[in-house]
């Protein structure tokens, strides 16, 4: 007997930190845009991009561009805010993912509280699904988190990997397993699942051969790495590594 093939899984690359290094400076260089066509020959599926309340790496005109310009699609991260709504309904990007977002924070701390924002969160998903956008929310791995995405009718999670990632050695298969547990339940509630955050070469095969899971994000690891391998390299060795841990997960 044979058994189906396994469904290829997803990268998407996010850009924000080529923006980073850009504004540093001031200029156009590096620019997030060149760095998306470097990802596409690299092999990513998608460009993530997150467009901050306050504009510190990416911005609109980024987000013009790779609209306009990139013909993978794009998942524009941001706060679910009138005004982010505002901007998604103006750009209709492919995917928006709602993430929580802190002036202070460095980098997103954690997953959007679901649960806690039923009534404040529910009417700006179904503007965003109305408009043809594909809506996703930014949870902890977490049963309650994921029903409540259900409740709103988002139809796509993505799971928080960053306490994974940073996880002591002997507590990381523990923090797996809530990965592999908030999946399947994201499966039972039929929710598509993508997983992302602080993903490295080291950690991401036991996420990447979790069959729920479909789209990988990852971002900040790949521009640094960059430095050292040059991005279109970093890319294609985080892809073989997800390949390869796809291939290689039990049926």
Not at 211 to 232: M, S
Request: with cysteine; net charge negative; proline share 5%.
């Amino acid at each position: 007997m044979t058994t189906a093939p396994k469904q290829k899984l997803r990268l998407g690359v996010n850009i924000d930190h080529v923006a980073t290094l850009r504004n540093a400076r001031g200029g156009g260089h590096p620019s997030p845009l060149q760095a998306a066509r470097v990802a596409a020959v690299a092999g990513a599926d998608g460009i993530t991009a997150h467009l901050r309340e306050d504009r510190r790496h990416i911005r609109d005109l980024d987000i013009g561009h790779l609209k306009e310009e990139i013909s993978l699609p794009l998942n524009l991260e941001m706060a679910a805010t009138d005004e982010m709504v505002k901007v998604a309904l103006s750009c209709l990007p492919h995917a928006c993912c709602l993430v929580p977002e802190r002036r202070e924070e460095l980098t997103t701390e954690g997953g959007l509280n679901a649960a806690g924002q039923i009534a404040h969160l529910t009417p700006r998903i179904a503007t965003l699904v109305e408009a043809g956008i594909r809506v996703s929310l930014f949870i902890d791995p977490d049963p309650n988190q994921l029903r409540a995405v259900h409740q709103m009718g988002a139809p796509v999670v993505e799971l928080h990997t960053g306490t994974y990632c940073d996880a002591a050695e002997d507590r990381r298969d523990d923090e797996l397993r809530r990965i592999e547990d908030a999946a399947a339940i994201a499966g039972e509630l039929e929710l598509e699942c993508h997983a992302g955050h602080g993903l490295s070469f080291d950690t991401v095969a036991p996420v990447a051969a979790i069959p729920n899971v479909v789209e990988l994000n990852i971002g900040h690891f790949l521009v640094g790495e960059a430095v050292f391998l040059g991005l279109e390299n970093a890319i294609g060795k985080m892809r073989q590594c997800m390949d390869a841990a796809r291939v290689g997960a039990a049926p």
